[in-house]
């Protein structure tokens, strides 16, 4: 059965997602007729996501370089853990028989992003092809881009900002190459940041690698 996850927390799809309208958000049967299973796996708790919380990491974000990395050091932390995000969907990645997956968020750039980074850190694409990659974003939001704009001004944490916050739903290349070196410099690369942070083994490591790889 192929999956969706969803890395998105409860109050985001309660405000942001009318495809969820009348849905109970921790249960997966909507797709399940369409043999398609979807794990919500969210990568901040309900209580990480409060308006002081929110606020904080929507500051981070409007900062430009420096912002945008601190703020990718939190996911990667949030994610983690044996009960993490990431670690749920890395264990499902390493199954032998592992089917297509689709992972998302709510812009697909960020929780997603750092997500996808990790993934093309493990077989060995260069950091400027990742970048260049997490740029394309841009390209995919440009028409939702002014909602997200207008939508995230009536923030109180944000209102008047506007500079900062078209920075905030940009997908800047060097904002992803200075992720991808954080990732190397303080988690000592993707594979050892699966092993010693989501606690997967070498060979489930390598499982992956051989999932993502042609041969």
């Known amino acids: 059965m192929k999956t969706i996850f969803d890395l998105r927390s409860a109050p985001e799809i309660k405000r942001d997602g009318p495809e969820w309208a009348n849905v109970e958000v921790d249960k997966a049967d909507v797709f399940e007729p ?3 299973h979807r794990d919500w796996v969210p990568v901040f708790a309900e209580q990480d996501y409060g308006p002081e919380q929110v606020a904080l990491r929507y500051k981070e974000y409007t900062r430009g370089g420096v912002g945008f990395v601190n703020a990718y050091r939190d996911i990667l932390t949030a994610g983690a853990g044996p009960d993490g995000a990431y670690t749920k969907i890395f264990k499902q990645m ?8 689709l992972v998302h968020c709510t812009a697909g750039k960020d ?4 997500l996808a980074a990790l ?3 493990l077989v060995g694409v260069r950091k400027d092809i990742i970048a260049e990659e997490y740029t394309l974003t841009d390209l995919g939001l440009a028409e939702l881009r002014p909602l997200f704009v207008e939508r995230l ?9 506007e500079e900062g916050v078209k920075n905030m739903v940009s997908s800047r290349k060097e904002n992803m190459e200075a992720t991808v070196d954080m990732i190397d410099g303080e988690f000592g690369g993707a594979e ?3 092993k010693e942070k989501c606690g997967l083994s070498s060979a489930e490591v390598e499982q992956i690698r051989s999932n993502l790889l042609e041969s």
Do not use: E, H
């Open 111 to 114: 929780r997603t992003g750092v």
């Open 94 to 101: 390493a199954k032998s028989d592992f089917a297509p997956c």
């Open 153 to 161: 001004l009536k923030n109180p944490a944000l209102k008047g900002n």
């Open 119 to 121: 993934l093309f850190m």
């Open 34 to 36: 369409y043999g398609i």
């Open 192 to 194: 050892k940041y699966m």
